[in-house]
Nanobody
Framework: QVQLVESGGGLVQAGGSLRLSCAAS????????MGWYRQAPGKQRDLVAS???????NYADSVKGRFTISLDSNKNTVYLQMNSLKPEDTAVYYC?????????WGQGTQVTVSA
């Protein structure tokens, strides 16, 4: 089992910034991909951004140019820097890590962007 502990969510005004962190209880040297997903009320959980161990990143079109995903392998942590936040970014953000075919989820952290 792998535990993921997320932090950094909160309430921010539109145009503001937040940085989410997700710390894994297991070394990420063997992970295939880490990512952030989000789920707004009544909607499905969608990919926001992901990063592979080799550093290949992928972003949802809606966050390109505003969000940046990064890794700190020494801390087994993935970050999501979110700038120029919009009200439509409001959601619960979940961290995910893939070790081959095994995937693990964090408990989620709420991000609320006020207009």
């Amino acid at each position: 089992q792998v535990q993921l502990v997320e932090s950094g969510g909160g309430l921010v005004q539109a145009g503001g910034s937040l940085r989410l962190s997700c710390a894994a209880s297991r070394s990420i040297f063997s992970m295939s991909k880490m990512g952030w997903y989000r789920q707004a009320p009544g909607k499905q959980r969608d990919l926001v951004a992901s990063i592979t161990w080799g550093g290949v990143t992928n972003y949802a079109d809606s966050v390109k140019g505003r969000f940046t995903i990064s890794l700190d392998s020494n801390k087994n942590t993935v970050y999501l820097q979110m700038n120029s936040l919009k009200p439509e970014d409001t959601a619960v953000y979940y961290c995910n890590v893939q070790y081959g075919r095994d995937g693990y989820w964090g408990q989620g952290t709420q991000v609320t962007v006020s207009a």
